[in-house]
């Protein structure tokens, strides 16, 4: 019998004039070749905002400012894995970006380049829960 499992995610739409920071997952890894924001796993007893703020650092090499929540949202990996995922607006005023080894492009994208490139389940949950207006994209 396997044990049931939660894992907790913080993201962060990272904006910079009116554009998104968008990243490409490595081909290697879970969702492999997908876009996706910035975040990660928080680790045990870790804050949330610090546990993003870390994740942009290690993913990007950007120092962000955590502004406001935006939506949290949950769903099953597998049968008996399931994902929280809380996703917060965020800016950076250094668009320097150095990607991880876990992710092998980005890009500062505007709304139609997001909905072009992001998997149709986090763009369900954009609109779902009315991040494009809660943003200012160009």
Not at 10 to 27: D, E, F, P, S, T
Not at 82 to 92: A, F, G, K, M, S
Request: glycine content about 6%.
């Amino acid at each position: 019998m396997y044990e049931n499992k939660i894992v907790v995610a913080v993201k962060g739409l990272i904006m910079h004039n009116g554009k998104m920071l968008i990243i490409k997952r490595q081909k290697q890894d879970y969702g492999g070749n997908t876009w996706e924001a910035v975040g990660g796993k928080i680790e045990f007893g870790e804050d949330l905002i610090q546990a993003l703020i870390r994740e942009a650092k290690e993913e990007v090499g950007l120092d962000i400012t955590v502004n406001k929540l935006l939506y949290a949202t949950t769903f099953k990996t597998h049968y008996n894995r399931q994902i929280v995922i809380i996703t917060y607006l965020c800016e950076c005023h250094n668009t320097n970006v150095n990607l991880s080894y876990e992710h092998t492009e980005f890009k500062w994208a505007n709304k139609a380049k997001i909905l072009a490139l992001f998997p149709q389940t986090i763009i369900d949950d954009f609109i779902k829960h009315d991040v494009f207006s809660k943003i200012q994209l160009k």
